[in-house]
């Protein structure tokens, strides 16, 4: 039984997320985030104070994770059965992820975790490398992006709705630092598929960029 996969993958603060739920929801699909895969791993080892530098304590933890993603109108993401949701999206979860993202052995841990969402009756797999390295084989792969300064905005708007006073400027020069970790890591880098549709969000509202990317199912499903 073939089980379609649409992909969407692009830089931090792009929207992947918040696309990728909305158009699961629209197909009836499974969702993944892989982001939270390492974003999760992030929290627990920040819960644990462990030795960013230790790949082997790393590589430790990650094997003992467990978690379970609910989807809602809100993405609730659990790690050994504790909501973490509210742990996700602070800057320092961010940048431990990105760091430990980069370490090989980790992602080859957390590799097989993303893989089995691959489940009937379809899977939309939101990252930086699942139509280039979890899923290259995927229907459909998307490449969503924004400029950094657009992305910064976004993120300080979020913040600062949440009551938490944060700086633009340092969220622009976060976001700028973990785009040159991401493209420049030696595995699984932030790129491009070569058979992948582009999409700039920059100028565009959340509506257009799901309607351009439902409007691709059929079309690929079809060839």
């Known amino acids: 039984m073939h ?3 649409l992909t969407i993958d692009g830089p931090s603060g792009a929207g992947k997320g918040t696309i990728s739920r909305i158009v699961a929801k629209k197909l009836d699909w499974n969702y993944l985030d ?3 895969f390492y974003r999760s791993l992030a929290i627990a080892l920040l819960q ?3 030795d960013l530098s230790n790949e082997s304590e790393i590589l430790q933890i990650a094997q003992a994770i467990e978690l379970a993603f ?3 109108d809100e993405l609730i993401v659990k790690l050994n059965g504790k909501d973490i949701t509210a742990q996700l999206g602070t800057e320092a979860t961010g940048n431990v992820a990105s760091i430990v993202a980069a370490i090989p052995e980790v992602r080859q841990v957390l590799l097989q975790k993303q893989k089995d969402f691959k489940k009937p009756p379809g899977l939309v797999a939101d990252g930086r490398d699942m139509g280039t390295i979890v899923f290259p084989d995927a229907d459909i792969k998307v490449f969503l992006t924004a400029s950094a300064a657009e992305r910064a905005e976004r993120r300080y708007k979020q913040l600062m709705g949440k009551g938490i006073d944060v700086s633009i400027r340092r969220i622009t ?3 700028e630092e973990r785009d040159c970790r991401d493209k420049g890591r030696k ?3 932030l790129v491009q598929a070569e058979d992948a549709f582009y999409i700039d969000s920059s100028a565009m509202t959340i509506e257009a960029v799901i309607d351009q990317v439902l409007s691709l199912v059929p079309q690929r499903l079809a060839m």
């Open 173 to 175: 020069r976060e976001i």
């Open 34 to 36: 892989s982001g939270s």
């Open 70 to 72: 609910e989807c809602n």
């Open 187 to 189: 595995t699984a880098p």
């Open 3 to 5: 089980i379609p996969v």
């Open 48 to 50: 644990r104070n462990a």
